[in-house]
């Protein structure tokens, strides 16, 4: 069976500093991968996704990035975190037809201070 | 583009009393209608779902509605319980180039009252 896996869970880290934040999926190929962040109290922003190994597209310009160096892992990035980068980021696959529906990661609550 | 509006943003509701949740979309061509609950610091999880060649879909308690017409869709929670107590967001799909991809509403929190 299909899973996704998330880490870490809860991150904290100063304004400033870099960030990485890795996703892999087992039990499937070639996914649709996606990256959404969360406010506290808020919707679902997409990030950025992925149809393929290299190919990452981005819905939100901001000082975030994405990478998909191998078919079932995606990573989100950033160089320098800014306090408006907290919030709740999740990963997720899309699968069935179309591959519309999405299957969430667990999530990472990042904090900025 | 797309645009998904939902109402209400919260709603609160007697034990076993019956909810709705209501949602209006833009584009005419989309064709897949999600919604998703989530639980306080939980990811969401996909409840139940329709595509526009069918205008009704029940699943125990939930049940979806579309009117494609009048282009909005409905989550209807019978019988509720206190598990039921989550955001929920509704979503509508379209194919955008060679991709479907999901607008989403800004969501519903829904408070069940014992």
């Known amino acids: 069976s299909q899973t996704i896996h998330q880490w870490p869970a809860t991150l904290v880290q100063p304004v400033g500093s870099p960030l990485s934040l890795e996703c892999t999926v087992e039990?499937?190929?070639?996914?649709?991968l996606y990256w959404y962040r969360q406010a506290a109290g808020r919707g679902l922003q997409l990030l950025f996704y992925s149809v393929g190994i290299g190919q990452i597209s981005s819905e939100v310009p901001q000082n975030l990035s994405a990478s998909r160096p191998q078919d079932r892992q995606f990573i989100l990035s950033s160089k320098k975190l800014l306090l408006s980068d907290s919030g709740f980021y999740l990963c997720?696959?899309?699968?069935?037809?179309?591959?519309?529906?999405?299957?969430f990661g667990s999530g990472t609550q990042l904090s900025v201070l | 583009g797309e645009n998904v509006e939902q109402h209400p943003s919260t709603l609160s509701v007697q034990e076993g009393d019956s909810a709705v949740i209501k949602c209006t979309y833009s584009d005419s061509a989309s064709n897949y209608f999600p919604w998703y609950k989530q639980e306080l610091g939980k990811r969401p999880q996909l409840i139940i779902d329709?595509?526009?060649n069918v205008g009704e879909k029940k699943d125990q308690r939930i049940a979806v509605t579309l009117n494609k017409t009048a282009k909005h869709f409905s989550l209807h929670i019978t019988e509720t319980q206190p598990e039921d107590s989550a955001v929920y967001f509704c979503?509508?799909?379209?194919?955008?180039?060679?991709?479907?991809?999901?607008?989403w509403g800004a969501g519903t929190k829904l408070i069940i009252k014992p």
């Open positions: 979503a509508a799909s379209g194919l955008s180039g060679s991709n479907y991809q999901l607008i």
């Open positions: 039990g499937t190929s070639n996914p649709n």
């Open positions: 997720a696959w899309g699968y069935g037809q179309g591959r519309e529906k999405l299957f």
């Open positions: 329709i595509r526009s």
